[in-house]
């Protein structure tokens, strides 16, 4: 059984930083895309970074480029996304995804397995 594991959110000030992980189980998604969403309450989820298994295609929104950073390692099959500078506009819940393929923005498109999320929390 496929199961992504979503952790490190929580709270912090604007201005800090949070790492978040994604431990992928139940099948090598070394031919992955793997990508970061968020969806702020009563909104659409959105894309924020995805990145594809050889690291050759990297996506980021534009409201984080600059601010946060993708990378996998795909031994521990685990995506990481380390964010900085954080805004109260980023609190959001942050889900991890992954979708067959090698274009990292394929997967705004569609996904083939979700995590269960993990809630970033940013006080002004």
């Known amino acids: 059984q496929v199961q992504l594991a979503e952790s490190g959110g929580g709270l912090v000030q604007a201005g800090g930083s949070l790492r978040l992980s994604c431990a992928a189980s139940?099948?090598?998604?070394?031919?992955?895309?793997m990508g970061w969403f968020r969806q702020p309450p009563g909104m659409e989820r959105e894309l924020v970074a995805a990145?594809?298994?050889?690291?050759?295609?990297?996506y980021y929104a534009d409201s984080v480029k600059g601010r946060f950073t993708i990378s996998r390692d795909n031994a521990k099959n685990t995506v990481y996304l380390q964010m900085n500078s954080l805004k109260p506009e980023d609190t959001a819940t942050y889900y991890c995804g992954a979708r067959r393929g090698v274009i990292a923005a394929s997967i705004k498109s569609f996904v083939d397995y979700w995590g269960q999320g993990t809630q970033v929390t940013v006080s002004s």
């Open positions: 139940g099948r090598t998604f070394s031919d992955y895309v």
């Open positions: 990145k594809s298994w050889n690291g050759l295609s990297t």
